[in-house]
């Protein structure tokens, strides 16, 4: 079985821009959540979605946003980025309604300049 | 509040010592706790969930309720256990959300 994949794995942007990130999860996975890793603040939950709906969100601003696909796949969406959103993004993708397990993408490293 | 803490940023040891990665969690309802690992260039995973009550790769960790702790132990460290590890916390609101520590780097020298 594919693990979970993310795409782009590195990306620079330029403050103010916006910026769209995508996760393919294991196949027959329905949920998918998203975190944010820095070296200050460490791992910290985004949102969280199961079979297309929202489930549960973060303390993230509204720049930050995300959506899921009738076939999992999921995407999250930074707009007016800051040099702060510079981060290594991790989606997590579950088997289950309750995540027991989250299985990790690789990430992806965005640098905001 | 809902929080892991891991005390160590660094925990450097010999091979063939024992080792100890502690976790502390705060959170009102039943615990449902994990260790993570992430080797290096590799990605985060799953090393043992305190409900299997497990032994993988030789780690264990048992949930203390009364201390709320879920500390990581094993009893003769490897230099391939050098990693990050990251203690966490299941919660729930409708879907499940994974709290983090901030992690501890181990360093097992030869």
């Known amino acids: 079985k594919a693990g979970v994949t993310q795409t782009p794995r590195y990306l620079i942007k330029t403050r103010g821009q916006q910026v769209t990130l995508s996760c393919s999860p294991i196949s027959g996975h329905r949920s998918v959540s998203w975190y944010q890793q820095t070296p200050g603040q460490g791992l910290q939950f985004l949102f969280e979605?199961?079979?297309?709906?929202?489930?549960n969100k973060g303390n993230f601003p509204g720049r930050f946003s995300g959506r899921q696909f009738s076939n999992s796949r999921s995407e999250m969406n930074v707009s007016t980025l800051e040099l702060g959103d510079s981060a290594l993004y991790l989606c997590a993708s579950g088997s289950d309604r309750t995540n027991t397990e989250a299985f990790f993408g690789q990430g992806t490293r965005l640098t905001v300049v | 509040a809902q929080r892991v803490t891991q005390p160590e940023k660094l925990l450097s040891v010999f091979k063939g010592a024992p080792v100890e990665l502690k976790c502390n969690y705060s959170?009102?309802?039943?615990?449902?706790l994990f260790w993570y690992v992430q080797y290096s260039r590799q990605r985060l995973q799953l090393l043992l969930r305190?409900?299997s009550r497990e032994s993988i790769k030789g780690f264990t960790a048992d949930l203390n309720k009364g201390e709320t702790s879920f500390h990581l132990k094993k009893p003769f460290a490897q230099e391939e256990d050098s990693a990050m590890y990251y203690c966490a916390l299941l919660t729930y609101n409708q879907g499940g959300k994974l709290i983090f520590g901030q992690g501890t780097e181990l360093s097992v020298k030869p």
């Open positions: 959170y009102s309802g039943s615990p449902e």
């Open positions: 305190h409900i």
């Open positions: 979605y199961f079979s297309e709906t929202q489930r």
